[in-house]
């Protein structure tokens, strides 16, 4: 009868370690789940910041672009309006 009740308790802790292994694949599975949606959005936001870094790169280009012109409508605007005071200077 020994034998009988120590083939129970080694049975029943068998399940339990059986419960515990399927509780831990079931665990490591949704973990991965987890791992593979951090790894695709990590992926989009590199893809993003790339992309914002390349639009940033032309937003800079472009404010230079238009500062030199803005600077060189000031020479020439400063041109006129001397050569303005200079006919206005003879006509006087």
């Known amino acids: 009868m020994a034998s009988t009740s120590q083939l129970d308790k080694a049975i029943a802790h068998f ?12 665990q490591s599975e949704q973990n991965q789940g987890k791992i593979t949606k951090l790894n ?3 992926s989009a ?10 639009e940033l790169d032309e937003v ?11 600077r060189q ?3 020439r605007i400063e ?4 050569r303005v005071r200079t006919v206005i200077g003879e006509e006087a």
């Open 15 to 26: 399940e339990q370690a059986m419960r515990q292994l399927e509780a831990a694949w079931a």
């Open 40 to 42: 695709t959005e990590a």
């Open 45 to 54: 936001l590199k893809d993003d910041r790339a992309r914002l870094a390349s």
């Open 60 to 70: 800079r280009a472009r404010a230079e672009e238009l500062t030199e012109a803005s």
């Open 73 to 75: 409508a000031a020479r």
């Open 79 to 82: 041109l006129a309006m001397a």
